[in-house]
């Protein structure tokens, strides 16, 4: 399917989620990596997200505390497909971690998918696919300077990375010394 159609798809039944009109267990189903994710480490498998795992990721009660409007996240898939940066992620082996520019509040979500993920059982069938695992604004963007330094880092698109850094000093000038487009240097020059 075309990416415009999967990222219009998204988004109709983002809303029917919003109305309270997604039929229970819905599955999203946002394409297969482009070069971008591939390249990144994220194998040529199907993207998928449990409405569930939405809900509740999203949810004011939820126990990280990372709550967002469902509305934040429209146009998911092409934001995933065009990322600002990829990393392995420090904490879930075999996942990724990639910073969108869809924003909660002024502050990037992150999509976290782990990959190869198996679904199914051993009667019905069991295949592979990059599952979503979390998403949310991610508030401690000082991960992301601590993942570049450990070579978490898989990808990064350059401008985006500058623009991300510029509106990060805009948005904490008490922190300028630290998101200094020096300090993304290492980040750009990949």
Known sequence: MEPEKINNQFNGELQQQIAGDLL???????????????????????IELN???????S???????????LLEIKDLPNA?????????SKTRKGSKVILTDLQSKGINFVVIIEINHKKGSNRTGVIEINSIRSLYPKDQINDIFVWEKE???KYVNKEKA???????????????????????YNIVKK
Not at 51 to 57: M, Q, S
Not at 59 to 69: A, Q
Request: without cysteine; aromatic residues 10%; charged residues 20%.
């Open 24 to 46: 229970k267990g819905h599955i999203y189903r946002l394409g297969n990596p482009k070069d971008i994710l591939q390249q990144a480490g994220i194998p040529d498998l199907p």
């Open 51 to 57: 409405a569930a795992t939405l809900a509740e990721k």
């Open 59 to 69: 949810n004011p009660n939820y126990k990280n505390s990372h709550p967002f409007e």
């Open 80 to 88: 995933i497909q065009d990322p600002i940066m990829v990393f392995d």
């Open 151 to 153: 070579g978490l880092l």
């Open 162 to 184: 500058l623009a991300y850094t510029k509106e990060l000093r805009s948005q904490f000038p008490q922190k300028s010394s630290i998101y200094t487009e020096a300090s993304i």
